[in-house]
């Protein structure tokens, strides 16, 4: 099951912060930041190379803020 557009936003969100996390979702992904907009209101799939990605941007980001 693909990632949904809920929770495509709350990992975002999570990693960035409420304010600003497409722009810089983008930037850190390589994505433009209308794509990342697509995927965060359900007008695009979320493809698994992006969850994939999100998943290990978590991982990492928040591992840092942690320890």
Not at 3 to 32: D, N, P
Request: aromatic share 6%; hydrophobic share 35%; with cysteine.
């Amino acid at each position: 099951m693909n990632m949904t557009h809920e929770q495509f936003c709350a990992s975002g969100q999570r990693i960035y912060g409420k304010v600003g996390w497409k722009g810089q979702l983008a930037k850190r992904l390589g994505k433009r930041r209308e794509t990342i907009s697509r995927y965060a209101n359900d007008k695009l799939d979320v493809p698994p190379s992006i969850e994939l990605a999100m998943k290990a941007l978590e991982l990492d980001i928040l591992g840092e803020r942690e320890g």
